[in-house]
């Protein structure tokens, strides 16, 4: 554990109720032991990352996560995958997990026994791996930049995973912890049984809680996950710089805003691996075909283009590199969304993006603000 970054928040009940500064590894543990005091019998959840003590004092004189733009870090690297029914529901996750525990220990030599996955509780799985792994350290992008690296290797495993679960103060449903709506606990499962076992017996499994012991932490960095953290942290980076620039042009009265050479470049050739020239480092980079989308469609929509002409004009692009047409129809969506006044500000002032509009159901209107959870 990071020694200085050792503050979390845990949340006994719903995600409205209140954030309790915790010693976010004690509590870790206390889950995966079934402690008295993490009443695994309740819904709970713990924050997705970790922070300093400029995060304790904030929350200790506020009472809340929300407004808080310092650094954090993790100590795994979470994935959350989720089918609803009409997508094959409990079955189709089980497959799309084994996908990514396979690609996880065939692709980027992670260890199975170092793979820490869930059946979540309710309709997917949940899956970490130890950032010792590539040793990153703490910063205030740390929660972008960790988003960036699973959606390259979710990509890879051509797994579709929940962007939305990398806000900086995301709630995690805790270990063991019991869901609301399904009775069923979050239970720990060996890369072996998530691969062996039948949906249906994962289920009758989660009946009960189940103490656990944590993986032990690898010695050996992964050279090629610390490759992949420092290619995502410059992808950040050219972000942020980017998201600068655009203020300081609005600050400088600067209104001459460009259709620019990627937005062009994804109309006509969209994502895929060498559709352009060999010298596009994004394509060559095979993983960013949800962002060249989004970026596509904010750019359009800086310019003044209504939602329906950036479905138009991207769409066939998008699709035709391999998107399906529900991630299509979020990634212009949310580009779109992310100029619109208000959430743009929003947006360059916390260096943060879109991940999903929709309308928020009436007694969670508070989450977001608060991080939402998964």
């Known amino acids: 554990m990071n020694g200085p970054m050792r503050h979390g928040y845990r949340i006994v009940g719903p995600c ?11 509590a870790f543990q206390a889950y995966a032991e079934c402690d008295p005091r993490a009443r695994v019998e309740s819904e709970a959840y713990l924050s997705a990352f970790t ?31 989720d089918r609803a029914p009409t997508a094959g529901g409990i079955d189709a996750a089980l497959q799309d997990a084994r996908k990514l525990a396979v690609a996880l220990s065939d692709r980027y030599g992670v260890d199975d026994a170092a793979q ?85 017996a994962i289920l009758d499994r989660a009946e009960k809680p189940a103490p656990f012991d944590l993986p032990d932490v690898p010695a050996d960095s992964a050279d090629f996950l610390v490759a992949h953290w420092d ?45 352009i020239g060999a010298g596009d480092e994004n394509r060559q980079r095979g993983a960013g075909r949800h962002r060249l989308c989004y970026s596509a469609a904010a750019n359009l929509a800086e310019l003044g283009a209504p939602l329906p002409l950036c479905f138009s004009l991207l769409e066939e692009s998008a699709l035709d590199c391999g998107l ?39 007694d969670t209107s508070a989450w977001p603000a608060e991080g939402g959870a998964a």
């Open 116 to 200: 820490l996955w869930f059946y979540s509780g309710a309709k997917g799985f949940h899956a970490g791996i130890p950032a010792a792994l590539w040793a990153p350290a703490p910063s205030t992008d740390f929660h972008r930049v960790a988003r960036r690296l699973a959606e390259t290797i979710a990509e890879a495993a051509a797994v579709i995973i929940d962007a939305g679960v990398y806000d900086k103060v995301r709630a995690f449903r805790g270990p063991n912890s019991r869901h609301p709506g399904t009775g069923r606990h979050k239970v720990r499962l060996t890369t072996d049984e998530l691969m062996h076992l039948s949906a249906a």
């Open 324 to 362: 399906p047409p529900a991630d299509v129809r979020r990634a212009v969506e949310n580009g779109w969304a992310s100029m619109q006044p208000g959430v743009r500000e929003a947006c360059d002032v916390f260096n943060g993006e879109v991940i999903n509009v929709q309308s928020a159901p009436a």
């Open 51 to 81: 922070f300093g003590g400029d995060f304790a004092e904030h929350l200790r004189n506020t009472g809340s996560t929300r407004g808080f733009a310092g650094a954090c870090w993790a100590p795994w690297l979470w994935f959350d995958i």
């Open 16 to 26: 409205s109720a209140e954030r309790r500064l915790v010693d976010w590894s004690a």
């Open 231 to 275: 290619t995502a942290a410059g992808q950040v980076r050219e972000q942020t710089e980017a998201a600068a620039q655009r203020r300081a042009a609005v600050t400088d009265g600067d209104g001459t805003t460009k259709l620019n050479k990627l937005t062009l470049d994804f109309i006509r050739n969209g994502a895929a691996p060498g559709a």
